[in-house]
Nanobody, 115 residues
Framework: QVQLVESGGGLVQAGGSLRLSCAAFGSTFSIRAMAWYRQAPGKQRELVAGITSGGTTNYADSVKGRFTISRDNAKNTVYLQMNTLKPEDTAVYYC?????????WGQGTQVTVSS
């Protein structure tokens, strides 16, 4: 089992920045991909950014150039640096970890961007 604990969400004005963190606990050995998803009210959960254990990253088109995902394997922690935030980035952000074909989710952290 893997437990994920997210932190760093909050309220920010448009144009501002936030940094989300997701720490993994438990059976963290062989966690491969980690990712951030988000879900806005009335919308489906969508991938924001992902990173493999080797450091390969991918981003949703809507956040390219504004968000950066990074990972500290020694700390079993993944980060999402969010810059130039827009009101449409408002959502609950969830962390995901994949291990041996199973996906584990965090509880989510709210990000609200005011205009």
């Amino acid at each position: 089992q893997v437990q994920l604990v997210e932190s760093g969400g909050g309220l920010v004005q448009a144009g501002g920045s936030l940094r989300l963190s997701c720490a993994a606990f438990g059976s963290t050995f062989s966690i491969r991909a980690m990712a951030w998803y988000r879900q806005a009210p009335g919308k489906q959960r969508e991938l924001v950014a992902g990173i493999t254990s080797g450091g390969t990253t991918n981003y949703a088109d809507s956040v390219k150039g504004r968000f950066t995902i990074s990972r500290d394997n020694a700390k079993n922690t993944v980060y999402l640096q969010m810059n130039t935030l827009k009101p449409e980035d408002t959502a609950v952000y969830y962390c995901l970890a994949s291990r041996y074909g199973l996906d584990y989710w965090g509880q989510g952290t709210q990000v609200t961007v005011s205009s």
